[in-house]
């Protein structure tokens, strides 16, 4: 049963999809495409990787009020899991994939088990909006995780839309967040000393690649 292809056509409304909802701002292009597909998702957010927790209830409200404005079913974890987050992640750090990794598989996996609890025929999720994110990882992660719940993975890269989702977001008058959800990414964003570590950490590299290069000749 599981696999990733687009068996469903347009039109074929057949198809009970789960759309996995990261934010209200990711999920206006998904959903337009959706639809214009003949599909009719139900939304599901599940996001224990957005902090502080008023960042998580702002997310939160906002995705309601989107799904709200554009009559689409959302069903909610409202089971907020810090703690059990901070402990995953500081172990991912250490792993090759490392935390974004374990974020995205954690997410999917909860996605895929509530799509196959309930009945869905198929799982998919607005962090294939993101221009950001790591698509092939996530794509290869949902592909596996479809098989091992047996539920189908319904990809589709809704990349090419990323402005025509930010248009429809303002126009939404969606709040927009100006991270990417954890604590790490909200230090990535706004931490001018970690920027400045990792513009030294590139030139070493470049500097090292460069030695080698020579050294090669
Ligand atoms: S940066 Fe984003 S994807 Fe990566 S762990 Fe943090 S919230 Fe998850």
Redesign the pocket.
Known sequence: MANTKQKQKKGDVSMKLLLHVCCGPCACYPVKKLREAGIEPVGYFFNP??HPYKEWETRLRTAQEFAAKVKMELAVDEHYRLRDFLRR?LNAEETPTG??A???AWRLEETAKFAAAHGFTAFTSTLFYSIY?QHELMQETAAALAKKCQVDFYYTDFRPGWQEGIDLSKELELYRQAY???I??EE?RYSKELRRERKRAAKERKRLAATEGTGNK
Do not use: L, P, W
Request: glycine share 6%.
């Open positions: 990787n957005i992640a935390r974004c374990m974020c995205y994110q990417c959800g954890c790490f990414s990535e």
